[in-house]
């Protein structure tokens, strides 16, 4: 079943009141990820790849932290728990497990206890299968430009935070779909995950495309000042809550810059940092971003306008059971930042990079 997702039109048309900013309009793809049950044919996030039986399956060999965080559990583990958490009983009595449940908690175990029976028993493995974090098919997010002949993109990343920079570390695979034969059944799983935010939870997309405009860190300081000029909304005739007007550009900033959430292109969602340039490793062109992996599809408080048309009354109404509607994958990614993967944009197949923001 197909179901649709739509951005609520922004309260300005920013090309229409600033001029100035019309050339810096890109467009990107809103993913909407929504928890369901995709097949390795479907663009998704968390979900299952469709990853040839013949290729091996990613396995990260950098060097892994190995202090304990208090949140580590296996996959399994944290997927059960989602799955209890969100029949959670009113009288605040555990829920009790389906027989699926049940049986993958006694898998779960007897695999945890092999594991920890060894001698002597390991924290963690060396090298670490990744996770799938998204597959993208060409055909439902057009704005993807893969090298040669592929149509599917594959992103995965390891569960543990590795120096310096505390994240994920990231894999990218282009491939044609229509070379894949044999599918690799039951792709291996890591240990551990360092917290439950890295383990995607299996979402299916809802694709939507929109224009976006820069994060006002990625402005000049005249266009800046342009924004932060109250006059200039006023003779634009733009209706906007005087509360604003003494910070207009913070207006900007909230509901008319960079759309937040899973998205592909677009701009990036500065504010951990100041805007930071990368650059390819192989030809220094400058590389353009890809794919932003979100902690949070939409801000609370004002920045719920950013939550579609469909998630209005959900986005109002808030979380309940442990579940928000605004996490949908429940991943977190630094401090509930976001993940920007970065590519070069004259060859896709040069190595990516990534950066937490």
């Known amino acids: 079943m197909v179901f649709v997702r739509t951005t609520s039109p922004r309260p300005v048309e920013v090309g229409a009141v600033f001029p100035e900013l019309a050339p810096l309009a890109r467009p990107a793809i809103r993913l909407h990820p929504r928890p369901g049950s995709p097949s390795v044919r479907d663009s998704s996030v968390g979900g299952p790849l469709l990853w040839p039986a013949g290729k091996p399956w990613p396995h990260c060999e950098d060097a892994h932290l190995h202090v304990d965080t208090g949140f580590r559990r296996s996959p399994t583990e944290v997927r059960l728990q989602r799955r209890l958490q ?42 670490v299968p990744m996770l799938p974090v998204a597959q993208l098919f060409l055909r439902d997010i057009p704005l993807l430009r893969p090298p040669g002949q592929a149509d599917l993109l594959q992103i995965l990343w390891c569960p543990y935070e590795h120096e310096p920079n505390y994240k994920p570390s990231t894999a990218l695979f282009w491939r044609s779909a229509a070379e894949v034969g044999d599918i690799l059944a039951t792709p291996p799983e890591p240990y551990e995950a360092d917290y439950p935010g890295y383990v995607p939870e299996p979402c299916v997309l809802a694709p939507e495309a929109i224009t976006e405009y820069p994060n006002s860190l990625d ?20 209706d906007v809550d005087s509360s604003y007007a003494e910070y207009p550009r913070d207006f900007y900033s909230i509901h008319l810059g960079n759309a937040p959430g899973w998205k592909v292109g677009g701009w990036p969602p500065w504010g951990r940092t100041d805007p930071i340039p990368r650059y390819c490793t192989v030809c220094e062109v400058q590389m353009v971003p890809l794919l932003t992996i979100a902690s949070w599809e939409w801000d609370g408080g004002e920045g719920h306008s950013w939550a579609p048309q469909e998630d209005q009354a959900a986005a109002l109404a808030g979380s309940y059971a442990g579940q928000d509607p605004a996490q ?8 509930t930042d976001n993940m920007q993967i970065y590519v070069c944009p004259t060859s896709p197949e040069h190595p990516h990079t990534d950066l937490i923001q």
Do not use: H, I, K
């Open 219 to 238: 402005l000049s300081p005249g266009l800046q000042r342009m924004l932060e000029d109250w006059s200039r909304w006023e003779a634009a005739g733009v």
């Open 86 to 127: 969100s029949r959670w009983r009113p009288d605040d009595r555990p829920p009790a497990f389906t027989p699926e449940e049940q049986a993958l908690s006694e898998r779960n175990a007897e695999w945890l206890a092999e594991r920890l029976g060894a001698s002597p028993p390991r924290p963690a493995e060396c090298p």
């Open 328 to 335: 949908p994958t429940r991943v977190e990614v630094g401090s």
